[in-house]
């Protein structure tokens, strides 16, 4: 919520928050979404655009420690705040634990609403370090996956915490 | 050995073609004995790009002075376009060019000459395309665009199109003959039968929603033209735009390194694709087109709505004969997924009549979807024998089993191999289908019931050429794998890569599988369950050519004869020497191993299938009619598992898109206006994570060696072809009613309960 009433616009107007650690000024329209912001803006492309609407989840971030959908944030409301995206998850070269966890699942096939679902899954681990299956089935239940990888999601969401970094998965039944 | 022609048979969903195939040199014998790379359980090679957000699709390709590009579109779904008139649209600041019937080049498509119709023909059809700078500009230059129509009669529901009274969309009328099959005497036999079932299914509409929307971005350098585009098959959309653009395909280069989804909707060269190559060629600047949600949903392709009758009847024991008429709305689409393959396919019937017919609609086209007319009329088929079977007091499976074809019923041919009756065991014992009893078992409250059901699973997957592939050896012992398919999300990249170290004999990480690309060797369509069994074997003849040339250069420089050494994890062995490859080029400095390999033709008069049966238990509410699924066990026969891992995935992926078929996703189109009510993804329900059941996934993993080299077959769409129909039966052995309509929806399953 915000603290205070701020006017912008109608024109582009200057806007400052952080994105993975690095500050970010930019002077855009006040209609002008995070996710477009992100996209656009700062080249950050990890993050998916499908339906831009709020009914698919592909461009979850994590804004000041919570998952949101960043196609129904405008930018200029996250004045000062911090963005987190996928592409901070791996920035210093290993794999997020989550990361890894999806590979070791196959929690993905065609990988376009994986950065989405890993920020979920992340924002989800970091209110509740040892998730229930029902926990992350929870956290990512606003994240559409057409390819259906739903099972290998949640086992990667559980087994994430309890993974070393690069670990591979134990060989057993397909079933998961 | 110089190259040869040969004739082939090859089967692409669902319809069996003579292909001609240049081969050059001998195929491989199929692997014999335990493989160490091929079969384990192998974390995909695009994993970390996938994850990172580092994988770049077609959405993420940026490019200095880029202009975005989007249709306007048919608000009537029928009209004629009497003018468009840009002026006020192209004095907007920032909008560069604006193309329609009048001012664009003509550009073949689909049997037409331009991709703008002097008469739209649904609700979404193309009528102009603009190009700006910003995508408000382009909202904008859209709004400012002024055309007129000439509003004309329309029909979009496929029974009104049936009625004499709809309006005639097409000089033969609006239905027409697609496909049928003739056995034996079917009214005879349908006279002589002692219990006879005549029913008819539903299916809706099904919306592919792959979460990356069709998209390409054009680039023309004065020269050539580079295509990045989101696509199942990199050649098709390069044939697509020589046809359109009439370049030379020297000068067209199409790209997919990445892509999110197809499902069968990305087989080829789209309106947008070209209208962003025409607008990049005006303008002198790259052209980005990315349909958005809505768009996706309207003219982006569809599984067609189905109406279907069928008639079957049972004569001691045994099912007798089957009359099976299918009609589907094929939308402005000029071919028809036929519905009536598996009834032609699946079992031994002696006395059958098919029919199938397209009908003309005002909707969108249909496009291939994931086993397209296998889904819909394995519905309806496995749906009839199970009642038929529970109507004479026959155990369901036993009568299949009575019907387990021999050899394949349409062509005479055996098959290469044939593993139904183990699936059918298999998936029997996890389900505990000895436990099912007619008319089901109480359930978890007074208000539900439990019951069981099953469908079996007939589809190709058999593969054939043509399909090509290189393989490079580096100097330090790694491996660049090139092929022109695409890993559309099922793991092609990782069991080529599997493949190829298999074959070479190197660790999977040396190995970089390098798709997507027209420049490359050919790779045929990412659909119909083909690209292992046809990309596999000619990445395997590749890798073995590679491992050829490796070894004899090898044995000239270790002083003995290549028959003696062996490649093994990146090492020549030679009689307890290990030497790495790379110390072997070392002393060759940039000596360059390419090797070469095709897939080779399918062997004669044999049919090859995959085969598979899937098992469900739900519970469903009387009182509200909603179906819960709580397991459903799918035990599939594909041959050889090349990857465990990622097969298990497209299992899962498979049965979750039929069940979204089964339960919820059902395309609405406004009868009065034809326009489509739910092209979003808030009132078109794709399943969720809530909605998914516990799923077992079997497979039988025994490699069909006469198919091919790898002894692997297709898995792409197997798994989503019985799973509609294993929930319809076991609804109907929990509540005593059957389920003919699809999705069974609480409001359907309450009309049927009512109905009783």
Redesign the interface.
């Known amino acids: 919520m915000p603290s205070r009433t701020t006017y912008r616009g109608p024109g582009p107007a200057a806007l400052s928050l952080h994105v993975n650690g690095q500050p970010l000024e930019a002077v855009v ?1 006040p209609h002008r979404t995070l996710l ?1 912001l992100l996209r656009d803006t700062a ?11 709020g ?2 989840g ?1 461009c979850t971030v994590i804004v000041d420690g919570r998952a949101v959908y960043s196609c129904m944030t405008l930018a200029h409301t996250c004045e000062g705040k911090s963005i987190e ?3 901070s ?2 920035a210093s070269g290993e ?1 997020h634990p989550v ?1 890894r966890a ?3 699942e ?1 929690a ?8 989405g679902q ?1 920020m979920s899954v992340v924002a989800l681990l970091r209110a509740k370090p040892r998730p229930t299956e029902d926990d992350v ?1 929870r956290a ?2 606003g ?12 086992a990667a969401g559980v087994a994430a915490t309890r993974r070393a970094p690069g670990r ?2 134990p ?1 057993g039944d ?3 | 050995m110089s190259p040869r022609v040969v004739r082939t048979r090859v089967e692409f969903e669902g319809e069996i073609n003579d292909e001609l195939s240049i081969i050059d040199g001998r195929d491989l014998p199929a692997w014999r004995g335990a493989l160490d790379v091929v079969g384990a ?1 192998t ?2 090679v ?12 077609t ?2 390709v ?1 490019l200095p002075g880029m202009l975005h590009a989007r249709f306007l579109r048919s608000p009537y779904a029928r009209a004629r376009v009497l003018k468009v008139d840009a002026s006020r649209a192209l004095a907007i600041p920032g909008v560069h060019d604006v193309i329609h019937r009048t001012n664009a080049p003509k550009a073949a498509f689909r049997g037409e000459e331009t991709i703008f119709r002097d008469e739209v023909r649904f609700a979404g059809d193309e009528v102009a395309a603009v190009a700006a700078v910003s ?2 500009a382009l909202r904008d230059a859209l709004r400012a665009l002024v055309v007129e129509y000439e509003v004309l009669p329309h029909v979009a529901d496929l029974e009104e199109a049936l009625r004499d009274d709809a309006p005639r969309l097409e000089e033969k009328g609006n239905v027409s003959d697609s496909g049928k099959q003739d056995r034996g005497d079917v009214r005879k036999a349908l006279a002589q039968c002692e219990h006879v079932l005549e029913a008819t299914y539903r299916t809706s509409t099904q919306l ?6 069709h998209s390409a971005v054009a680039h023309w350098d004065g020269d050539r033209l580079t295509v990045w585009e989101s696509t199942q098959h990199v050649f098709g959309v390069r044939e697509g735009l020589r046809a359109a653009l009439r370049l030379p395909l020297s000068r067209i280069r199409v790209l997919c390194e ?4 197809g ?1 069968g909707s990305k087989g080829g060269v789209g309106k947008y694709t070209i209208a962003a190559s025409i607008l990049a060629m005006r303008t002198g600047r790259p052209v980005r087109f990315v349909l ?2 809505e768009e996706e949903n309207l003219a982006a392709g569809n599984r067609s709505a189905t109406l279907q009758k069928v008639r079957i009847g049972l004569r001691r024991g045994r099912i007798h004969a089957i009359l099976h008429s299918s009609w589907s709305n094929a939308g402005q689409g000029r071919w028809v997924a036929d519905p009536t393959g598996p009834t032609n396919s699946l079992y031994d019937l002696p006395d059958l009549k098919t029919r199938s017919y397209r009908v003309v609609t005002n909707a969108g086209s249909l496009s291939a979807f994931r086993a397209p007319g296998y889904v819909e009329g394995t519905f309806a088929l496995e749906s009839a024998i199970e009642e038929l079977a529970d109507r004479a007091g026959i155990d369901p499976l036993q009568l299949r089993l009575r019907h387990l074809a021999k050899k394949d019923p349409l062509s005479g041919y055996a098959y290469s191999d044939k593993r139904l009756r183990e699936c059918y065991e298999i998936g029997a014992r996890e389900i505990g289908w000895k436990a099912r009893k007619r008319g089901g078992a109480p359930g978890s409250t007074p208000d539900r019931r439990r019951g069981i059901g099953m469908a079996s699973q007939i589809w190709g997957g058999g593969g054939g050429p043509p399909a090509y592939a290189t393989v490079h050896l580096n100097p330090d012992g790694t491996v660049v794998a090139r092929c022109g398919s695409q890993d ?4 092609t990249r990782t069991v080529l890569a599997q493949i190829c170290a298999q074959e070479l004999g190197v660790d999977v990480d040396a190995v970089r599988v390098e798709l997507g690309d027209t420049d490359s060797p050919y790779g045929p369509t990412s659909a119909g369950s083909l690209t292992v069994a046809s990309v596999g074997p000619a990445m395997r003849a590749a890798a073995a050519d590679a491992r050829a040339q490796l070894l004899g250069t090898a044995a000239g420089i270790l002083e003995v004869t290549a028959k003696e050494l062996r490649v093994e994890r990146g090492h020549i062995v030679s009689k307890g020497t290990r030497t790495p490859i790379k110390e072997i080029f070392d002393q060759l400095q940039n000596y360059t191993v390419i090797g070469k390999g095709s897939r080779f033709p399918n062997p004669e008069r044999i049919a090859i299938k995959t085969f598979g049966a899937q098992f469900a238990q739900v519970e469903v509410d009387l009182g509200t009619g909603e179906i819960f699924v709580e397991h459903i066990v799918a035990v599939h026969d594909i041959g050889r598992v090349v990857n ?7 299992v ?6 039929a069940l979204g078929f089964a339960l919820t996703e059902e395309r609405v189109v406004d009868r009065g206006t034809g326009r489509v009510l739910n092209a ?3 009132a078109y329900k ?5 909605d ?1 059941p516990r ?5 039988l993993d025994t490699p069909d060696r006469r198919a091919n080299s790898t002894g692997a077959k297709g898995l792409g769409e197997p798994p989503m072809i019985p799973t509609a129909a294993a929930v319809a039966n076991a609804v109907a052995n929990a509540t005593g009613v059957p389920m003919r309509a699809t999705p069974m929806t609480p409001a359907r399953v309450l009309a049927a309960l009512g109905a009783r």
């Open positions: 329209p477009d080249g950050l492309t990890g993050t998916k655009k499908v339906c831009d609407e009914t698919c592909a995206t996928i592409e998850l791996s794999l990361q999806f590979i070791d196959d993905l096939q065609c990988g376009f609403c994986t950065p890993v089935r990512v239940s994240n559409l996956c057409r390819c259906g990888s739903y099972t290998g999601i949640v591979t998965a060989k397909t079933e998961r | 359980r974390p995909r695009d994993g970390v790009a996938r994850v990172t957000g580092r994988a770049r699709y959405q993420d940026v995508d408000e592919h929603n792959c979460l990356e929307s990445h892509m999110g989804g499902f958005d949600r559309i999300g099922t793991g465990p891992l990622t097969a298990a995935s497209q899962q992926g498979g049965i979750v898109q979003d993804l808030e794709v399943p969720t994570v809530r998914v799923i077992t996934v079997r497979f």
